[in-house]
């Protein structure tokens, strides 16, 4: 175990350098900028590790290894983030645990993550997923809705009990105009994320950037990078 916790500690160390120079040469305070880190397909034991070396915030994309890790880990000082596709049937279990949803995408979904957040007698924090490769249909390939989308499902959110309008987040996309150009793609969400500050001022997030492409996001002006595996390593494949 203390082999594991030197080689997260050495890489939480390189990723907080590149994050802090990023900073530096975008003109920008440190503090601007929350490290998530992924955590899926990985143990609670690493999250433990992650939790004694200062993370605070851990990010999970399915809902089957999310909720018996988080409740394994119920008793750490974590901020849990949902960043997957999330099902309607899966609601339930991850209003349970999760403080945000990254990836919220669709009018069903909020209507369904209301009710169940108001169930739980929880308030969880919603960013309305971009995609920036949305076809004709208004989807991504990995989920989001369509620019022209985000205002009438942030209102949604905003009006849902039990939900909060945190704010934008995207993936950078591997098809489409902005397919190998993660900087617009970043610029772009932000110029979207003016848009909506105008007629909601609070939703303020911005979640932007991964383990390769997270200095694009900082200099763009990300609030929030989703890091995996330059923390964690490179995931084995899921079966």
């Known amino acids: 175990m203390t082999d594991r916790k030197d080689e997260l500690a050495a890489n939480l160390a390189k990723v907080e350098r590149r994050i802090a120079a990023a900073c530096a040469a975008a ?3 440190r503090e601007e900028v929350t490290l998530i880190v992924v955590t899926k397909t990985y143990p609670a034991s690493d999250v433990r590790i992650l939790a004694e070396l200062g993370v605070r915030h851990v990010a999970e994309n399915r809902d089957q290894d999310a909720a018996p890790k988080a409740a394994a880990c119920s008793d750490l000082p974590l901020t849990w983030h949902f960043v997957g596709q999330l099902q309607t049937n899966k ?3 991850v209003a349970g645990y999760a403080d945000f949803v990254q990836s919220v995408d669709r009018a069903k979904l909020v209507t369904v993550l209301s009710r169940e957040a108001v169930r739980a007698g929880r308030e969880i924090g919603c960013l309305v997923q971009v995609a920036l490769d949305a076809g004709e249909n208004g989807r991504g390939e990995r989920g989001g809705v369509a620019p022209d989308g985000i205002g009438e499902l942030a209102d949604l959110v905003a ?4 939900l909060r309008l945190d704010g934008l987040m995207t993936v950078a996309p591997l098809t489409g105009e902005y397919a190998g150009r993660e900087r617009a793609a970043f610029d772009r969400l932000m110029d979207l994320s003016t848009d909506l ?3 909601h001022p609070a939703a303020t997030m911005v979640s932007a950037g991964m383990s390769a492409d997270l ?3 900082v200099t763009a002006g990300a609030t929030h990078v989703r890091v995996g595996s330059a923390v964690l390593g490179v995931r084995s494949r899921l079966g």
């Open 27 to 29: 003109g920008r305070e």
């Open 91 to 93: 609601v339930r279990s």
């Open 159 to 162: 009006g849902a009990p039990g």
């Open 197 to 199: 500050r105008r007629s």
């Open 215 to 217: 200095e694009q996001a």
